[in-house]
């Protein structure tokens, strides 16, 4: 059984930066597909960023590619969401998602753990 907590959400200027990191429990982090998804308040939870076990290939959805970063730190059982030039769109709940396949994809299908979501609140 894995455990995902997250933190680090916020109320933020558009234009500003936030890290969401996500500590999760378990001796096998580093073999895991690590990934965030987020859901905006009347929408479908969607997918944001992902690493692949170890961290050897990252994913992003083109909406935030180029602004957002993904990493983790295996030692730490940590994934981090570096997220800078936000806007108002990027407003939502973002939550933590982590799978036993060391190369899940971008479907919300594939995860088997899901941590509880942090509130980002980007104004305008």
């Known amino acids: 059984q894995v455990q995902l907590v997250e933190s680090g959400g916020g109320l933020v200027q558009a234009g500003g930066s936030l890290r969401l990191s996500c500590a999760a429990s378990?001796?096998?982090?580093?073999?895991?597909?690590m990934a965030w998804f987020r859901q905006a308040p009347g929408k479908e939870r969607e997918f944001v960023a992902r690493?692949?076990?170890?961290?050897?290939?990252?994913f992003y959805a083109d909406s935030v590619k180029g602004r957002f970063a993904i990493s983790r730190d295996n030692a730490k059982n940590t994934v981090y969401l570096q997220m800078n030039s936000l806007k108002p769109a990027d407003t939502a709940t973002y939550y933590c998602?982590?799978?036993?396949?060391?190369?899940?994809?971008?479907?919300?299908?594939?995860?088997?753990?899901w941590g509880q979501g942090t509130q980002v609140t980007v104004a305008s």
């Open positions: 998602a982590a799978d036993q396949r060391p190369s899940s994809g971008n479907s919300r299908g594939e995860y088997e753990y």
């Open positions: 378990g001796r096998t982090f580093s073999s895991y597909t």
């Open positions: 690493s692949t076990w170890g961290g050897v290939r990252t």
